[in-house]
């Protein structure tokens, strides 16, 4: 079974702060995806990578930058968090030209 | 632009009737539809896909019917059981990209 992990399962953190969210896969996926899921607005997509130091935006990248040095590795930075960035995050992998992805666990991140 | 709608925020349905899901989509260059069920606290899990050449997919008490003139898509579980209880999200695909629907929230009531 592919496995999608995502470091923390809760995040509390200033605002300002610089964030570090980490997704690890396990199965040689190229691609990788962030989310966020809020209310009422479903799952919108961030960033996604197709290779390694590769990157493109979703559809709401402002705020938000990523890097993908190794292939297992997908990570989500948040410059500086502001209060809007609470959400919870979810990362997914797939395999190029495959359409299913897989879930992580999620990020509850609250920014105060 | 939300590229994919649930319209229906929540649904509740009696044990062992059919639950009907519904999605609309605007774009007709997607080629791929796809339903994920999502527990509280946990990652979107995949239920059941279908190809746009396609206009039904079965899997055990799951179909998914696609209706691409009308750009719509249903899922329907039947019999419906208390642990379907869930968020279901439909998402298209174009490419390797995903767009994801705001969710309908389903209750199985025993």
């Known amino acids: 079974d592919v496995k999608v992990t995502q470091s923390s399962r809760y995040l509390v953190k200033r605002t300002g702060e610089k964030v570090f969210l980490e997704c690890v896969q396990d199965?040689?996926?190229?691609?990788m995806f962030w989310y966020r899921q809020d209310p009422g607005l479903g799952l919108r997509l961030i960033y996604f990578?197709?290779?390694?130091?590769?990157?493109e935006k979703g559809d709401i990248p402002e705020g938000y930058s990523v890097s993908r040095e190794k292939k297992e590795r997908f990570s989500l930075i948040l410059e500086s968090a502001s209060t809007n960035q609470t959400s919870m995050y979810l990362c997914?992998?797939?395999?190029?030209?495959?359409?299913?992805?897989?879930f992580g666990s999620g990020t509850r991140l609250t920014v105060v | 632009d939300q590229q994919v709608k649930q319209n229906s925020p929540s649904l509740s349905v009696q044990e062992g009737r059919i639950s009907i899901l519904n999605c609309d989509y605007t774009n007709s260059m997607f080629d791929y539809f796809l339903w994920y069920k999502k527990y509280p606290a946990e990652g979107p899990t995949f239920l059941i896909s279908i190809s746009s050449i396609k206009d039904k997919n079965e899997d055990g008490r799951f179909t998914v019917f696609l209706n691409k003139s009308a750009k719509h898509l249903s899922l329907h579980i039947v019999p419906s059981q208390p642990g379907d209880s869930a968020v279901y999200f439909c998402a298209a695909s174009e490419g390797n990209q995903f767009y994801f629907g705001t969710g309908t929230s389903l209750t199985v009531i025993p």
């Open positions: 990578s197709y290779d390694v130091k590769m990157k």
């Open positions: 997914a992998s797939s395999l190029m030209g495959q359409s299913t992805g897989t």
């Open positions: 199965m040689d996926h190229e691609n």
